[in-house]
């Protein structure tokens, strides 16, 4: 089965500083990959995802991840933290012949992005 | 466009009570979710569906039903509500197998006391 290991539940930074939110998967046949952000008291809105071809793939408000099957990571980066930016990130993972043969994600434990002025 | 709409937003329910959560979708979506989130656990898949008239279960379906007679609905049942079931539900739709960027409603919390 498909799984998805996002190392940290909490990761702080300073305003200005590099955003580095790490995701491991797991799947046995080739992935689409997704990274979600969930501000407070409300649901679940894209950031980015990978389905084929270009392995860095480049999201809303600045972020973006790589796919890298060598290590079946997609790591989500954004150069400059910004207060807004503070939120829960989740990092999800479907394929086809997993999940009883659909493409319904699985969702990582999630991250929670500390911002400090 | 209201995207995906989930009612009620708040419910306390005593346990043994049953109740439906409501899910309803105006995208044209063939695949709809619901997932359960947790403290420390992100998103357990609960139920789903891939049209009208097909369901499945994901990783955590006891105590919970579903069904999907339209494209457009797809209602949460509890059975005998139990404390272990407070959470956040959220419903979820993606176009299709191809196009799997999910789309959420704003959750429904749950209390069972």
């Known amino acids: 089965a498909q799984s998805v290991t996002q190392l940290g539940s909490h990761v702080s930074v300073s305003e200005g500083a590099l955003v580095l939110l790490r995701c491991n998967y797991s799947s046995s046949v080739p992935p689409y990959l997704f990274w979600y952000v969930q501000y407070p008291n409300q649901g679940l809105q894209l950031l980015l995802k990978y389905t084929t071809g270009a392995t860095l793939v480049k999201g809303i408000n600045g972020f973006e991840a790589e796919f890298k099957k060598s290590e079946t990571s997609f790591h989500l980066t954004k150069p400059s933290a910004h207060m807004s930016d503070a939120a829960e990130y989740f990092c999800?993972?479907?394929?086809?012949?997993?999940?009883?043969?659909?493409?319904?994600?699985?969702f990582g434990r999630g991250t929670s992005l500390i911002v400090h002025p | 466009n209201a995207g995906v709409t989930q009612t009620p937003k708040f419910q306390v329910l005593k346990t043994g009570q049953s109740m439906t959560l409501q899910c309803a979708q105006d995208m044209n979506h063939e695949y709809m979710s619901w997932y359960r989130q947790d403290p420390g656990m992100g998103l357990r898949l609960i139920h789903y569906?891939?049209?009208?008239?097909?369901?499945d279960q994901g990783e955590v379906p006891n105590g919970y039903n579903v069904s999907r007679s339209t494209t457009e609905d797809f209602p949460l049942r509890l059975l005998s509500a139990a404390p272990s079931q407070t959470s956040v539900y959220f419903c979820a739709s993606s176009y299709s197998a191809e196009n799997t960027e999910a789309f959420f409603g704003q959750g429904t919390r749950l209390t069972v006391v």
């Open positions: 569906s891939v049209g009208a008239g097909i369901t």
């Open positions: 999800a993972v479907s394929a086809l012949g997993e999940s009883g043969g659909s493409y319904i994600p699985t």
